[in-house]
């Protein structure tokens, strides 16, 4: 996807990827597909808002994403051994199944999250934007389209 912003750009281009924009999408659409991409990045925009409403006085929180069920699954923690515990267990699960992830996360207050960890909390919307206009070969500006979230996909406990 690197490639794809860069040729949007006119900036050279992410090593050992094709040149070719024909190829590039050709690997681009086969990775995205793979990954799950576009699942796991609306999966993971619903999180700090599903971690607003777990435990108040969490300062780890595991998120268990599960693809083919389209549900994130948000837990809170007061204790570090406790969560790392439950963290153990999430890695074993995902090993026996690939269409899961989990990420443990530790932070003084929900607010600070998105700045802590942008990678998986900031609005992705952007980025899914520009990934489907470089599946579809177009180059043009893009226009972040309100997405309506899906309370009843994401789980809380804590």
Do not use: C
Not at 24 to 46: D, G, I, P
Request: hydrophobic content about 40%; overall charge positive; charged content about 25%.
């Amino acid at each position: 996807m690197g490639s794809a912003i860069a040729l949007r750009e006119k900036s050279p281009l992410v090593p050992r990827t094709p040149t070719n924009r024909a190829e590039l999408v050709k690997e681009l659409r086969a990775f995205a597909q793979e990954l799950q991409v576009a699942q796991r990045l609306l999966s993971y925009r619903h999180a700090v808002r599903a971690m607003s409403a777990t435990a108040k006085n969490a300062k780890f929180y595991l998120l268990e994403l599960n693809l083919d069920k389209g549900q994130l699954n948000v837990k809170g923690f007061k204790d570090e051994a406790e969560a790392a515990k439950a963290y153990d267990a999430a890695e074993a699960r995902i090993r026996q199944k690939q269409s899961t992830d989990a990420v443990l996360v530790s932070v003084d207050s929900v607010a600070s999250l998105g700045r802590a960890y942008p990678n998986y909390f900031a609005d992705t919307r952007a980025f899914e934007q520009l990934m489907r206009q470089a599946l579809s070969g177009k180059s043009r500006g893009i226009e972040v389209t309100p997405v309506p979230i899906e309370e009843s996909k994401v789980m809380i406990s804590g």
